[in-house]
Nanobody
Framework: QVQLVESGGGSVQTGGSLRLSCAAS????????MAWFRQVPGKEREGVAG???????IYADSVKGRFTISKDKPKNTLYLQMNSLEPEDTAMYYC???????????????????????WGQGTQVTVSS
C-alpha cells in the first residue's frame, strides 16, 4: 500500500503563493488517481484538484485558475501550486490516492473523499488578510 507524505504548507498573506508536495512511497503515475483535498474544522474534507493516469486534471470552481496540480514521475511526487491565495483557502491540505478510480467529473470532485483509500497526514495552509 502506498504511503503519502505532504510538505510545503505554511503561512502567507493574501495574494501569496505556496507549493505543496506529496511524496509517494511507490510509483503512482500509471497506478493511482491522485488528488488534493482540504478540510477546515467542523466541515467535511473537500476535493480541490485531481489528476488521472493520463495527466488529465480537474479543479473545483473555488480554485480554478489559481491552483495547478501536477506530477513529477521520476520523483513519485505530486504537487499543488497555489497562487493568489485568499483567506478562504486556509485549511489542512491532504494528498490522496485511489487505485480504483479511473476518472472523476468536476462536479463530483468536492465530495469525492469516499473514493480514495490512501491519505497523507496533511499540511496546514494559513492565509492572512
Amino acid at each position: 500500500q502506498v504511503q503519502l507524505v505532504e510538505s510545503g504548507g505554511g503561512s502567507v498573506q493574501t495574494g501569496g503563493s505556496l507549493r505543496l508536495s506529496c511524496a509517494a512511497s511507490e510509483y503512482t503515475d500509471s497506478t493511482y488517481f491522485m488528488a488534493w483535498f482540504r478540510q477546515v474544522p467542523g466541515k467535511e474534507r473537500e476535493g480541490v484538484a485531481g489528476i488521472d493516469r493520463d495527466g488529465i486534471t480537474i479543479y473545483a470552481d473555488s480554485v480554478k485558475g489559481r491552483f495547478t496540480i501536477s506530477k513529477d514521475k521520476p520523483k513519485n511526487t505530486l504537487y499543488l501550486q497555489m497562487n493568489s491565495l485568499e483567506p478562504e483557502d486556509t485549511a489542512m491540505y491532504y494528498c490522496a490516492a485511489s487505485p480504483t478510480l479511473l476518472s472523476l467529473g468536476v462536479t463530483a470532485l468536492p465530495g469525492a473523499m469516499p473514493h480514495f483509500e490512501y491519505w497523507g497526514q496533511g499540511t496546514q495552509v494559513t492565509v492572512s488578510s
